[in-house]
């Protein structure tokens, strides 16, 4: 079983829509959480830290339900600019896991 | 601060040719780690070090080995090219704040043919 698994998607929506897609891990001591953005074929960039009582970040909210092994991530009121990779990220000890992305592109 | 530097950002090596990325970051974090990230796929780690003069394989070691004499500098080697190692190869570094922030380079991109 792989470590972080992820929807790879691609979830396509209009502007303005609101998107939401999770994913999962299989250690359950995992210590810390992230999103991370990746644009094509350019280095991926911390987006939002997850915390247990769950954060936000304008229009970004990430959620970690640690009985059920899961992390999501809401975009509310898309734009063009959140078209993207979204990668899950779990911290075991000092070593990141990443999932393979979840792509979101956001149409006119 | 410069961050994290990665060179070249292409190459192209024949098989059984020799080759290393250099990887530098001036932001003096402890953690470097190098990733290789082949189409379609996550990021799978290679190498990492907590700090100089102490490294260790991740996930995918073989065929490849690392170095770490200096905080900064964490060169990746391929002895062997094979074209199975034909991927993007991404550094990165870590500080231990609250954010738990990996800080990565701009990657680079090795065809081996």
């Known amino acids: 079983r792989k470590e972080v698994e992820q929807d790879p998607g691609p979830f396509n929506v209009p502007e303005g829509a609101t998107v939401a897609f999770n994913c999962t891990y299989s250690n359950s001591a995992s210590q810390s959480f992230f999103w991370y953005r990746q644009d094509c074929r350019k280095e991926p960039k911390l987006l939002m830290s997850v915390y247990s009582s769950g954060n936000e970040d304008g229009r970004f909210t990430a959620q970690l339900n640690r009985a059920s092994q899961y992390i999501s991530l809401l975009i509310r009121d898309s734009k063009l600019s959140d078209s993207a990779t979204y990668l899950c990220?779990?911290?075991?000890?000092?070593?990141?896991?990443f999932g393979a992305g979840t792509t979101v592109t956001v149409r006119a | 601060n410069a961050g994290v530097t990665q060179t070249p950002k292409f190459r192209i090596l024949k098989i059984g040719q020799s080759m290393t990325l250099q990887c530098t970051q001036d932001m003096n974090h402890n953690y470097m780690y190098w990733y290789r990230q082949d189409p379609g796929m996550g990021l799978k780690l290679i190498y990492y070090?907590?700090?100089?003069?102490?490294?260790d394989k991740g996930e995918v070691p073989n065929g490849y080995n690392v170095s770490r004499s200096t905080t900064e500098d964490f060169p990746l080697r391929l002895e062997l090219a094979a074209p199975s190692q034909t991927s993007v190869y991404f550094c990165?570094?870590?500080?231990?704040?609250?954010?738990?922030?990996?800080?990565f380079g701009p990657g680079t991109r090795l065809t081996v043919l």
């Open positions: 990220v779990v911290l075991n000890d000092y070593k990141l896991s």
């Open positions: 990165a570094s870590r500080v231990r704040d609250r954010a738990d922030t990996q800080y």
């Open positions: 070090s907590v700090g100089a003069g102490i490294t």
